[in-house]
């Protein structure tokens, strides 16, 4: 799987184009892919995903964005 983030984020697997739709989601695979392979916790793909205004069940929030990725 290859992710370009600079410029407009583009994904391919296997030379096929992958779209996401959907800010919060392509945050998301941005935030993972610059740490791949290591650990990130719940709290710092919340703060990276909400900023300011995280939503009151988060863990559960997340859940439903990896999910829906």
């Known amino acids: 799987m ?3 983030v600079l410029g ?5 697997d296997a030379g096929e ?4 739709r959907g800010a919060r989601l ?3 695979v ?3 892919a610059l740490d791949a392979g290591r650990y ?3 709290e710092a793909l919340v703060d990276a995903l909400w ?3 995280p939503p009151a069940d ?3 929030a997340l859940q439903s964005l990896v999910s829906r990725l």
């Open 26 to 28: 392509r945050a998301l």
């Open 40 to 42: 990130i916790s719940v």
């Open 30 to 32: 941005i935030r993972l």
């Open 51 to 53: 900023e300011d205004e």
């Open 8 to 12: 407009p984020l583009e994904i391919s």
């Open 58 to 60: 988060q863990v559960n």
């Open 17 to 20: 184009s992958i779209e996401i």
């Open 2 to 4: 290859r992710i370009n």
